[in-house]
């Protein structure tokens, strides 16, 4: 049996080689995209009646299915990336630093892909016969808990998803366009 907190860490760390690959231009897209994706969930439960409505109907594997279903789309699109020939050029001249920024934000994309995926699948209760809800007081089962609270959807509630946002979108238009 394996431990959902290395599983976790797995994938971060796949998600740094992917960025290490794709260069920290790229990486920073997909990072604005999993925000946005965040973004959306929240206002959609929270001002959406249809939605609220849909999610009482469906129980929590409705609920966890329809967030992750948002997240990867928006992270699919984040990573369709066009090429920027700005930063293609200045990725060519220094390929180090775009590679070390690339993994450390390639880092950053898989602690809120998969993060906010583990953070869904906390709130729904596990209903997975394979994935088990980490067990309190033993060492794996508070550390897993205690990183259950720093994913993304524990503390990119309102208002800071809104400055989040805010500052992504800021940072698109100056530097992006």
């Given at each position: 049996m394996v431990s959902i907190t290395?599983?976790?860490?797995?994938?971060?760390?796949l998600a740094a080689i992917i960025g290490w690959m794709?260069?920290?231009?790229?990486?920073?897209?997909?990072?604005?995209?999993?925000?946005?994706?965040?973004f959306i969930i929240l206002v959609l439960e929270t001002y959406v009646g249809v939605?609220?409505?849909?999610?009482?109907?469906?129980?929590?594997?409705?609920?966890?299915?329809?967030?992750?279903?948002?997240?990867f789309l928006l992270a699919f699109f984040g990573y369709q990336t066009?090429?920027?020939?700005?930063?293609?050029?200045?990725a060519r001249r220094e390929k180090l630093q775009d590679s070390l920024l690339g993994m450390v934000l390639g880092a950053a994309n898989g602690w809120l892909v998969f993060g906010s995926i583990w953070a869904y699948l906390h709130e729904s209760g596990y209903f997975f016969n394979f994935i088990t809800m980490p067990t309190p007081g033993t060492p794996l089962g508070d550390s897993a808990l205690r990183l259950i609270n720093s994913m993304p959807p524990m503390w990119l509630e309102s208002p800071v998803i809104y400055f989040a946002v805010a500052i992504s979108f800021t940072f698109v238009v100056i530097v992006y366009i």
């Open positions: 290395f599983v976790f860490y797995m994938l971060v760390f794709r260069g920290w231009a790229k990486e920073l897209l997909v990072v604005f995209s999993i925000i946005l994706a965040i939605v609220q409505n849909f999610y009482l109907s469906g129980g929590p594997s409705v609920i966890f299915w329809t967030r992750t279903l948002i997240i066009p090429n920027i020939p700005r930063f293609m050029d200045a």
